[in-house]
Nanobody, 126 residues
Framework: QVQLLESGGGLVQAGGSLRLSCAASGGTLSNYAMGWFRQAPGKEREFVSA????????YYADSVRGRFTISRDNAKNTVYLQMNSLKPEDTAVYYC???????????????????WGQGTQVTVSS
């Protein structure tokens, strides 16, 4: 069973940056595609970004493309989400998730992910 622990959230002003980390334990991260999702109060959880096991494929939601960058370090069992030019509408709890897939494919669908972290709060003030 893979355990995921997010960190790096916090309060930042609009236009600022944060880097989220997701550390995995109990499994080998290179066996998983990884995704970041977020959920704002009163809204459904939504896809943010995903990366396949080898970093060959990345995928972004339209709302964050060009501002966020996903990356991974399999040797450290860690996935990152660099968030730049943050906007108040980026405020949400951010979750990382693992999809047991060793392919080029990445998914934006929550149902395809097998393991989830507890989330880290990101708040962007205007």
């Amino acid at each position: 069973q893979v355990q995921l622990l997010e960190s790096g959230g916090g309060l930042v002003q609009a236009g600022g940056s944060l880097r989220l980390s997701c550390a995995a334990s109990g499994g080998t991260l290179s066996n998983y595609a990884m995704g970041w999702f977020r959920q704002a109060p009163g809204k459904e959880r939504e896809f943010v970004s995903a990366i396949n096991w080898s970093s060959a494929t990345t995928y972004y939601a339209d709302s964050v493309r060009g501002r966020f960058t996903i990356s991974r370090d399999n040797a450290k069992n860690t996935v990152y989400l660099q968030m730049n030019s943050l906007k108040p509408e980026d405020t949400a709890v951010y979750y990382c998730a693992a999809d047991h897939a060793v392919t080029w494919h990445v998914s934006s669908r929550t149902l395809e992910y097998d393991y989830w972290g507890q989330g880290t709060q990101v708040t962007v003030s205007s």
